[in-house]
C-alpha cells in the first residue's frame, strides 16, 4: 500500500470516513465510568486550598498563619517566600515580538497582589473541607494600593504602572500600514465606522481545573493527573519552572469535562500544587470549586475597537482601519501569549473581502484583573463581528442587500492563493460556494418577507449573515520563533494485537469533542479493519508518543494526518507478513473487513486475527530471513504552513421586543467548510457547541467588575450562561474543499462556531434596531444595553 493511495482509499465505498459514527466510550460516560481528577485518589493524599487576594492592589504587610495550623487536619500552609526558592518564575514574553514586555511572575505573590483572586498563600489539609477551614483562619495584613481597571486608564499618559520595573502599562503594540489608507478614505463614496465594546467572559467548562501531583523524593520525579488539554506541554512547564529532568516528569491528562481554550493556558497555581507536593513529600490534590474558576480561569477579550471601511461609487470596499486596545490582565500568559487577541483581531479582520489598502494597531495594556488567556477563537471572533457589522452598515448605506454586497466584495477563487493586506495566507476557501448554501437553507428570501410583514405588524425582526475564516492547525513558523516550546507536530503508535485488534497510542487528546473517535475511524479505514477493532488511547505523557495535544482545531488536521500514515504503514506490514505466510505477492492481497483478500482471485486468503496470531507464535513458520513488523510509528507536521485556514458562513434570525428588550432567537444556519469531514456527526456537534457559546458572549456572558476591582457575578447564578430552552434549531450545513497539502485533507473545525456566531447575531440585532435608527455596539446585548440604544436613537 503506497502513501499516495489514499485518497482513493478514504473515498472508496466501504470507508469509514464520512460516515456519521457514534464516538468511542460514550457508554462509559453516559454510566457514570468516567475517570476525571476529582475521583482519583492517591495513598497519603493532601488538598489545597488557596487563599486569595481580595483587593484587586495591595501590598502584602504580614501573613499570619498560626490559626490556620491549629485547624484539625491542616498540616502546612505554604507562601509565596516558600515557593519562590523552588521555582522560577514566569515570564511570558514572545520572543519573536519584539518589544513584548511583562513582569515575573510567582506561583504564589510575594509582596504585591495585582489581581482581585490571584494567589497568596496555600493551605494542605487531609480533607478539602478542613483545607477550607484553615484557610478562612489565615490572617493577612493588607495595605491597599490604587488599582487600574480598564484599559483606557492603563494606557494613559501618567497612569501608574502596575508593575514599576515595566515603566507603564503597555504590554505590547503592533501596526500594519498596507496601501495608501488615507486617499483611499478621502475618495470614498461611503464611509462607515463605529466604535466596538467587547467585554469579559470565561470558559465555563463543566468540569473546572484540577489536578493531583506527586512528586517521589526518592527518585527525584513527578507524577501529574491534570485536566489539561496538552500533557507534554505541561510536562516541559513542570520540568523547566521546578528543575526535574524532564523523562522524570510524567502528566497524564484522564477524562477532561471540557477545555475550550481555558485548559490550555498554564497556571501559576497550578505550578504552586506540585511544587507543594515537592515541599511536602506528599500527593497534592486541587480542584477548582464553581467561584475560584471565575476569578482564576482564563478570561478571553475585552476589546474596544475602533474601525472603518472606504466604499467606493460601485460598492467596492478599498480600504478598513481597524484600532484594537486591550486589557490583559495583571501578566502575559505563559507560553500561550495573551497579545494573541489583539493580534489575531488586526491580521484577521477583513480577510474574506477583495481591498488592498488596510491601516491597523493593536496594543496591549496590564490592568489590575485575571489574565486574559486561550478561549475558543482567541481573537478570530472579534474580527469577523467587527467586519460583518461594517459590512451590514455599509450595504444599508449604500441602498443594498447584505448578501449581494458580501457577494461582490468577496476575494475571487481567480485570486488565491494570496495574502491578505493583514498577512492572512490563503488557499483553498470557499466564500461564495457557502454563501449560496446558506442562503438556500435558511431561505433567506422568505425570511426577509417574513421579517417584513412582522414588521407591519409592529414586531422586530433581524437577519444576520456574516462570513469569516478560521486559521487552524498551527505549523513551526507560528510558534517556533516566540521560543516557546509548543509542539505542532501530533504522533501515533500503532500496534497490531495478536487478537487482530488494532490498538493506537496518540499524541491527540479529546476534551468531549470525539477526536478519538475520528481517529479510529480513519485508522479502521486506512488499515481495512472494523471500527471495533480499533482502540484508541491518549493522555499519558509516558506512553504516549510526543505531540501538542489539542488546540487549535488540530484534532483531525494535524492527529488525523499521522493516524492515516501509520494505518497505511501498518498495513503494508500486515500485507508483508501475509505475503511471508501465504506466498502470494502483497501488491495482489487487500485487507478488508478484517480479512486478508486477493481481489483478482475473489478469495479471502485470511484474517489479520490469524496473520497475528502467526506474526507473534509461529514465527518457525516463516521464512528465516522475515522479520514481522506488528507495529510502525507515525507523525505529522506541516514545515512549510503557518496554518491551515477554514472558513464558513452562519445566518441568524431573531426577534427583539423594544419594550422589553429582551431578545428571541428563532433559527440559527451555519455553512462551513473545514476541508474533509472525517466524522458529520461529531463536527456537526463541534459546529452546535460552538455557536452556543457564540450566542452566550453575545447575549449573556460578561465578567462583572466593581470600581473596586472586585469581580462581583462569580457563581452561576449571576453570571449567565445560555440554556437548552433559549437555543434555536442550529442547522449546520458543509462544503468540502480538502487542504491541498495533506493526503488526509482535513482543516479544523473546533472555533468555527464560535468565530461565525457573534457576527451573525451582532448583525441581526442592529436589523432589528434599524425601524429606530438605533444600534448596539457593546456586547454582550443584554435588555439593559439595547433599551440604551433606543433611547439614545430617541434622544438623537
Not at 514566569?90 to 494567589?119: N, T
Not at 434549531?729 to 482543516?747: C, Q, S
Amino acid at each position: 500500500m503506497k502513501l499516495t493511495d489514499a485518497p482513493n482509499l478514504l473515498d472508496a465505498p466501504g470507508s469509514l470516513v464520512g460516515r456519521r459514527a457514534p464516538r468511542l466510550g460514550i457508554r462509559r460516560l453516559l454510566h457514570g465510568r468516567g475517570r476525571y481528577v476529582a475521583d482519583i485518589s492517591l495513598p497519603r493524599m493532601q488538598h489545597l486550598c488557596f487563599v486569595r487576594s481580595p483587593h484587586a492592589h495591595a501590598r502584602i504587610v504580614s501573613i499570619d498563619a498560626s490559626r490556620a495550623l491549629a485547624v484539625p487536619g491542616v498540616t502546612r500552609v505554604i507562601t509565596g517566600v516558600d515557593l519562590a526558592a523552588l521555582c522560577q518564575p514566569f515570564v511570558a514574553v514572545a520572543a519573536h515580538r519584539a518589544g513584548h514586555r511583562s513582569a515575573p511572575q510567582y506561583p504564589l505573590a510575594l509582596e504585591r497582589a495585582v489581581w482581585q483572586g490571584q494567589p497568596v498563600a496555600a493551605v494542605l489539609a487531609a480533607s478539602r473541607a478542613e483545607a477550607e477551614d484553615g484557610a478562612e483562619q489565615i490572617d493577612i495584613e493588607w495595605e491597599a494600593l490604587p488599582a487600574v481597571l480598564d484599559a483606557e486608564a492603563a494606557a494613559a499618559d501618567g497612569a501608574a504602572a502596575i508593575h514599576p520595573e515595566l515603566d507603564g502599562n503597555l504590554a505590547f503594540e503592533f501596526a500594519i500600514d498596507q496601501g495608501d489608507c488615507a486617499a483611499a478614505f478621502d475618495a470614498a463614496a461611503c464611509v462607515v465606522g463605529h466604535t466596538f465594546r467587547f467585554e469579559r467572559q470565561t470558559g465555563v467548562s463543566l468540569e473546572a481545573r484540577g489536578l493531583i501531583a506527586d512528586y517521589d523524593p526518592s527518585e527525584g520525579s513527578l507524577t501529574v493527573y491534570h485536566s489539561h488539554q496538552s500533557p507534554f506541554q505541561m510536562q516541559d512547564v513542570f520540568s523547566k519552572h521546578l528543575d526535574i529532568a524532564e523523562h522524570k516528569v510524567r502528566v497524564i491528562a484522564p477524562d477532561v469535562g471540557g477545555g475550550f481554550g481555558v485548559k490550555i493556558n498554564v497556571y501559576a497555581e497550578e505550578l504552586a500544587v506540585a511544587a507543594a507536593s515537592r515541599l511536602a513529600g506528599v500527593p497534592v490534590k486541587y480542584c477548582a470549586d464553581r467561584m475560584e474558576a471565575f476569578l482564576a480561569d482564563a478570561h478571553a477579550r475585552e476589546h474596544t475597537i475602533e474601525a472603518r471601511i472606504a466604499v467606493s461609487a460601485e460598492g467596492r470596499i478599498t480600504a478598513m482601519a481597524f484600532d484594537d486596545l486591550a486589557a490583559i490582565g495583571a501578566y502575559g500568559m505563559p507560553l500561550r501569549f495573551n497579545i494573541a487577541e489583539g493580534m489575531m483581531a488586526i491580521t484577521m479582520a477583513g480577510a474574506p473581502y477583495d481591498f488592498s489598502c488596510y491601516q491597523a494597531r493593536t496594543r496591549s495594556v496590564y490592568v489590575n484583573k485575571n489574565l486574559i488567556g486561550m478561549f475558543r477563537g482567541v481573537g478570530m471572533p472579534l474580527a469577523c463581528a467587527v467586519t460583518e457589522v461594517l459590512m451590514d452598515l455599509a450595504a444599508t448605506r449604500m441602498g443594498e442587500d447584505p448578501v449581494a454586497f458580501k457577494r461582490r466584495n468577496f476575494r475571487p477563487a481567480s485570486a488565491l492563493p494570496c495574502t491578505t493586506p493583514g498577512g492572512s495566507k490563503m488557499e483553498t476557501v470557499s466564500f461564495q460556494q457557502c454563501l449560496d448554501r446558506l442562503v438556500a437553507n435558511m431561505d433567506y428570501a422568505a425570511l426577509r418577507a417574513d421579517q417584513a410583514a412582522a414588521r407591519e405588524r409592529g414586531v422586530y425582526r433581524g437577519i444576520g449573515v456574516a462570513t469569516f475564516v478560521e486559521q487552524t492547525s498551527y505549523g513551526p513558523p507560528y510558534y517556533g520563533p516566540s521560543d516557546a516550546r509548543i509542539s505542532v507536530q501530533d504522533a501515533c503508535v500503532l500496534k497490531l494485537e495478536p487478537s487482530g485488534l488494532v490498538r493506537c497510542i496518540t499524541s491527540s487528546t479529546d476534551q468531549g469533542q470525539g477526536t478519538l473517535t475520528g481517529l479510529a475511524q480513519i485508522v479502521a479505514t486506512a488499515v481495512g479493519v472494523g471500527l471495533e477493532d480499533v482502540d484508541v488511547v491518549s493522555g499519558d505523557s509516558r506512553s504516549s508518543p510526543y505531540g501538542g495535544g489539542a488546540w487549535g482545531s488540530r484534532g483531525m488536521a494535524v492527529g488525523g494526518e499521522a493516524a492515516l500514515k501509520g494505518g497505511l504503514a501498518l498495513k503494508a506490514a500486515i500485507l508483508a507478513l501475509a505475503e511471508a505466510i501465504s506466498g502470494v505477492p502483497a501488491d495482489r492481497l487487500d485487507v478488508a473487513g478484517g480479512q486478508v483478500v486477493e481481489p483478482a482471485a475473489g478469495r479471502t486468503v485470511m484474517s489479520v486475527a490469524e496473520a497475528a496470531r502467526i506474526g507473534y507464535f509461529r514465527q518457525d513458520t516463516l521464512p528465516a530471513d522475515f522479520q514481522p513488523q506488528m507495529q510502525v510509528a507515525a507523525s505529522h507536521v506541516a514545515n512549510h504552513q503557518h496554518y491551515y485556514m477554514a472558513n464558513g458562513v452562519q445566518g441568524s434570525y431573531l426577534e427583539l421586543d423594544p419594550e422589553t428588550g429582551f431578545i428571541r432567537l428563532l433559527g440559527h444556519w451555519a455553512v462551513d467548510d473545514c476541508g474533509r469531514v472525517v466524522n458529520p456527526l461529531l463536527v456537526d456537534e463541534q459546529v452546535r457547541g460552538g455557536v452556543v457559546q457564540g450566542i452566550g458572549a453575545a447575549l449573556y456572558e460578561e465578567c462583572i467588575y466593581d470600581a473596586g476591582g472586585s469581580l462581583v457575578n462569580a457563581t452561576l447564578a449571576d453570571y449567565l450562561v445560555p440554556m437548552a430552552s433559549e437555543m434555536p434549531d442550529i442547522h449546520v450545513d458543509h462544503i468540502e474543499t480538502p487542504e491541498a497539502t495533506t493526503r488526509l485533507g482535513a482543516k479544523g473545525i473546533g472555533e468555527a462556531g464560535t468565530i461565525g456566531a457573534i457576527g451573525a447575531l451582532w448583525v441581526a440585532v442592529n436589523d432589528a434596531l434599524k425601524p429606530f435608527g438605533a444600534q448596539i455596539m457593546q456586547q454582550p446585548f443584554t435588555p439593559e444595553r439595547v433599551l440604551g440604544a433606543l433611547r439614545a436613537a430617541r434622544a438623537r
